[in-house]
């Protein structure tokens, strides 16, 4: 398996730390009180981020008990490198990124469901004759690169298709969905149903959205809350405020979608330029359905089932290749507790 580059800086960083001896952190006794956290937030302030922008401006940390910072990563920072530096306490990531990330080495847990539906899809122009991912032999896909969820969500829907990377042409075109398909350089992307899907759609251009599976569940847990173990075990005050005031947040955000928008206006920097209100509301409408799973409410619940099924194919896949523990990655304990 080919380590990432946003895993290897992520890895280079602990090798860092060992040298230096600089990963101590001060034991927080249990019922103690929560310590002050970095949240990392990837990439740049969006409005996919209105439920911590809310828990931040509306006292839902606070209330907690919580001193918590927000942080946006730079472009060029890898997804974990924050986190193991020490530099930040709390990331939100995807749950298969979180699984690929312990298989190589960090010891990284899941402790609070985000999105609770996977928003990966297939975007094909409205004219396309491919109706499912069966279709798409013999066809070109486009995605970033061969990482993150775009990645893992391509391997899950060829693989519930009984096809390989050999029945189709995996092009990469970094972040260039609309180009790349509206000029012919491939007939498919792979993208995200509340962002690639809705710039599209902004733009005029008639595309299609093309489930990754025909029938049943995507064997894949989209983006969390994590954090190290470490800082779970030490610092479980803290732990468990961030996740409650994440869950608070949900529901509001869930409830008053006009909470979303406001805390945007003090958080996303360009809110205020022509079109990005627009968008950010397009944006938070498609998002809205992956926070709730039947029957509608936000909970932060990880799903173990999930979580199993997810390794389990992570594995036939290749996508990791050493073994990791469901029980060592991802707890309900902070969510329950």
């Not at 828990?55 to 990563?73: N, W």
């Not at 025909?214 to 479980?236: D, F, K, M, W």
């Not at 979608?257 to 944006?283: C, E, F, K, M, Y």
């Not at 039947?294 to 932060?300: I, K, L, N, R």
Request: proline share 6%; aromatic share 6%.
């Amino acid at each position: 398996m080919k380590t990432t580059p946003r895993l290897l800086m992520a890895l280079l960083a602990v090798f860092a730390l060992v040298l230096t001896g600089c990963a101590r952190v001060p034991v927080q006794t249990p019922g103690a009180g929560p310590a002050p956290a970095t949240i990392g937030l990837t990439y740049i302030p969006d409005i996919q981020f209105a439920p911590f922008y809310v828990a931040a401006d509306q006292g839902h940390f606070s209330a907690e008990g919580v001193d918590a910072t927000l942080r946006h990563h730079g472009a060029q920072e890898g997804l974990f490198t924050a986190l193991v530096a020490g530099q930040e306490q709390y990331v939100i990531a995807g749950g298969d990124e979180v699984v690929q990330a312990r298989a190589e080495g960090l010891d990284l847990v899941a402790i609070g469901q985000y999105y609770h539906a996977y928003p990966v899809v297939l975007i094909v122009p409205e004219t396309s004759p491919v109706q499912s991912v069966a279709d798409l032999a013999g066809q070109r896909i486009g995605l970033p690169g061969r990482f993150g969820e775009s990645w893992f969500g391509l391997q899950a829907a060829l693989a519930g298709a009984d096809l390989t990377e050999d029945d189709v042409e995996v092009v990469e075109i970094g972040y260039t969905a609309q180009a790349a398909l509206t000029t012919g350089k491939v007939d498919a992307v792979v993208g995200f149903s509340n962002n690639d899907l809705v710039q599209f759609g902004l733009a005029g251009i008639p595309v299609r959205a093309v489930p990754l599976r025909s029938e049943g569940p995507v064997p894949l847990v989209s983006i969390v809350l994590a954090t190290t173990r470490e800082q779970a075990e030490r610092h479980p005050d803290t732990t468990r405020g961030i996740a409650r005031a994440m869950v608070t947040a949900l529901e509001q955000v869930v409830a008053d979608p006009n909470a979303a928008l406001a805390a945007g206006d003090g958080h996303i920097p360009t809110l205020d330029q022509a079109g990005a209100r627009a968008s950010a509301q397009a944006t938070l409408e498609a998002t809205t359905p992956l926070w709730t799973p039947a029957p509608g409410s936000a909970t932060g619940r990880l799903d173990e089932t999930a979580w199993r099924d997810m390794i389990t194919f992570m594995g036939e896949a290749g996508i990791i290749s050493s073994d990791v523990v469901v029980d060592e990655v991802m707890t309900n304990e902070f969510i329950d507790g």
